[in-house]
Structure formats: C-alpha cells, structure tokens
C-alpha cells in the first residue's frame, strides 16, 4: 500500500507546478483551453467553469491537509493567492 500511495501523491504532486516557467506554462496551457471552449461555443452561456475542469485551489489545499500532503501547499496557497476574488463561482446551499 505504501508504493500506492506515494504514486498517488506523485501524480499529485506533478498537476502542481514548483517553477516559475511552469507555472507561465500552465497558465498559458488553461488561456488556450479557454480560447478553444470559446470558440467551440461562440456566443453561448458557459454551462461549465474551468473551475469545473481543473483542480481548485482552496479545495487542492484542504485535501492536502487532511490526507498530509504538505508538498502541494506552498503550490496550491500561491496559485489561490493570484486568483481575484470577482472569479469566485460560489456555489447555491443545496
């Protein structure tokens, strides 16, 4: 079990970049995800956030703290600490 885990957390690990130039590179990864929704749905109402699509931080931070994965939040803390507030898609209480 523990080989299985540490791969988890390797896989984990890797969707949070730990450079500068990866992160510039996955940003403009998710502008380019972004560019071709639009175009695949010009004019239409966005149904899906890329919330939806790609790992949230704040959601990335306590799943690290609850399953001790202190790697990820350093990555994670600062990926939330550049995303505006205004982008916030709560969610309606169910």
Not at 11 to 35: C, N, S, V, Y
Not at 40 to 69: K, N, Q
Request: proline share 6%; net charge negative.
């Amino acid at each position: 079990m523990e080989h299985l885990c540490q791969r988890i957390v390797e896989h984990f690990e890797a969707d949070w970049p730990q450079t500068l130039w990866q992160w510039e590179r996955l940003q403009a990864e998710i502008r380019a995800m972004g560019k071709d929704w639009s175009e695949e749905h010009p004019g239409g109402v966005v149904s899906v956030h890329m919330d939806d699509v790609l790992p949230e931080p704040a959601s990335v931070i306590r799943l690290a703290r609850d399953c001790d994965i202190p790697s990820v939040l350093p990555r994670a803390a600062y990926h939330l600490s550049r995303l505006s507030a205004l982008h916030n898609h709560a969610q309606e209480d169910l």
